[in-house]
């Protein structure tokens, strides 16, 4: 039987401790007795006086510790290759880094790939979602942003913002991160309860004007075009007259049923009665509207 021991690197005397021995030194202690006064081997003591004498100071030495196995060129290598593709992932960085040295090179492992790239502060996340922009689209949105840009509070507050939201009845279909030990995986504080097809959930549509929230209506089944019309004649008209009062600038997205022959007809027919002012709505932009973040 073979028995291997590993030596656990010690821990350094601190500063005013080194200055300590040096002192009770310097008053005629014996090594021994000022290693039992300041709780330290006589080892300790004997070291931190040679270290003193060769070098004139009571600081501790830098400690080499292993040397890295990357050199200066693997981890200009191992950037260079994140930032031209953040999707490699470290195992496929490290193979690009490793075909590119000789065969004699000592190859690197993905535990050194993921270190270097943490202290260049390149850190694997995960990738946000957002909607996807043509040219056309980021073009309409600039023009509107260049529009709005100036507007003052007053103005805004004439907006009447309004939207539909689907609400989780049960849960949230949200990623869920949770801190635990080893064997606590399934741990009844550590999990989070789901039922099957997400527990359902409520189809809503709300709207606001400034500070004041107007009607929250739940929508029962799937809405259609004449049951967003519906919506218009009863909430959101009624709404805007009682928020803000005649002229008041309606705000909805570009959603197919809001855009219907129907309700695009209705909407117009009350502009030129002078009840409302429709706001050109850019697409593709649902982070721009305010009731986004109160339904969401």
């Known amino acids: 039987t073979v028995r291997i021991c590993i030596k656990a690197r010690r821990k350094q005397l601190s500063t005013e401790k080194r200055v300590a021995i040096i002192t009770l030194r310097n008053e005629g202690q014996s090594v021994g007795k000022t290693g039992k006064t300041l709780k330290v081997s006589p080892c300790a003591v004997t070291k931190t006086i040679k270290c003193c004498k060769e070098t004139g100071s009571h600081a501790n030495h830098p400690r080499r510790g292993r040397p890295r196995v990357t050199s200066a060129v693997e981890y200009k290598s191992i950037q260079v290759t994140s930032l031209r593709n953040g999707r490699l992932t470290a195992a496929q960085i490290r193979e690009q880094v490793n075909g590119t040295q000789s065969s004699s090179s000592r190859h690197i492992s993905t535990t050194s790939v993921q270190r270097r790239l943490c202290e260049t502060g390149i850190h694997g996340r995960i990738s946000a979602r957002k909607p996807l922009l043509k040219k056309g689209n980021k073009q309409k949105r600039l023009v509107w942003t260049k529009e709005h840009k100036e507007w003052t509070l007053d103005q805004w507050k004439s907006v ?135 339904l969401g």
């Open 160 to 294: 009447l913002g309004s939207d539909e939201s689907k609400l989780e009845i049960f849960g949230s279909n949200h990623r869920v991160f949770v801190r635990r030990r080893k064997g606590e995986r399934m741990d009844s504080t550590c999990l989070v309860p789901a039922v099957k097809h997400g527990g359902g959930g409520v189809v809503v549509w709300g709207c606001f004007a400034g500070d004041t929230v107007g009607d929250l209506l739940q929508i029962e089944g799937i809405l259609k075009h004449y049951g967003y019309h519906s919506i218009l004649q009863r909430h959101a008209i009624p709404c805007g007259l009682g928020l803000v009062g005649p002229s008041f600038i309606f705000q909805q997205d570009n959603d197919p049923r809001h855009t219907s022959r129907l309700c695009k007809g209705y909407l117009t027919k009350k502009e030129s009665d002078g009840v409302l002012h429709q706001m050109t709505w850019p697409p593709q932009s649902p982070k721009l509207n305010p009731i986004e973040m109160g």
